[in-house]
């Protein structure tokens, strides 16, 4: 892990332990926004190329980007493989700069942004999940990933993996930075079926 990353997860950590339990940062509502200022650590652009180019993202492809900060990650996608994308944030600011950003670069008929909490946002229009948030906000995420996204649907990570319960199909290094690629599986949506008790998939 780079000295970035860690900084991002000191960061994000202690705005987490600042907040009444029992719920994450990422789960506060909109209105609570202003007392969640979760520091806003930008991707590197060299970073995003590889993310975006690992996920195979083309014009085909609806980019959903979690935690979507300054919008980047959309608007690349959008400006350089001709994605649809939304962007998803608690920050107002964030959200604001996101949608400058998109109409500078010409691209704002193709992207959305939206001020949200992840966990109540419907992820299933998503062929492509990009993430750069926490380890534990990754492991909180998955079932909505494997409950909402199509088989085939591609989910893409800096730096923070999603635990033993789903290596990676692959893995890429930039800059001393981990990128992190999964495609989401039928048998992956089958252990969330109704029934079988939210179960995680055993390991063979």
Known sequence: MTAQERRRTLLLSAAGLALAPPRLTWSQDVASTPQLDVPFVPTPPNVVDRML???????????????????????????KYGARGVGIDLNPERIAEAQANARKAGVEQRVSFRVANLFETDLSPATVVS???LPEVNLKLRPRLWAQLKPGSRVVSHAFDMGPEWPPDETAQVDGRTIYLWIVTAAQKAVRKPGNGGKSLSKA
Do not use: F, K, M, Q
């Open 53 to 79: 180019g690992l996920a195979r993202v083309d014009r085909g492809d609806t980019l959903y980007d979690l935690g979507c900060g300054d919008g980047r990650i959309v608007v690349t996608a959008a400006s």
């Open 131 to 133: 993430l750069y948030l």
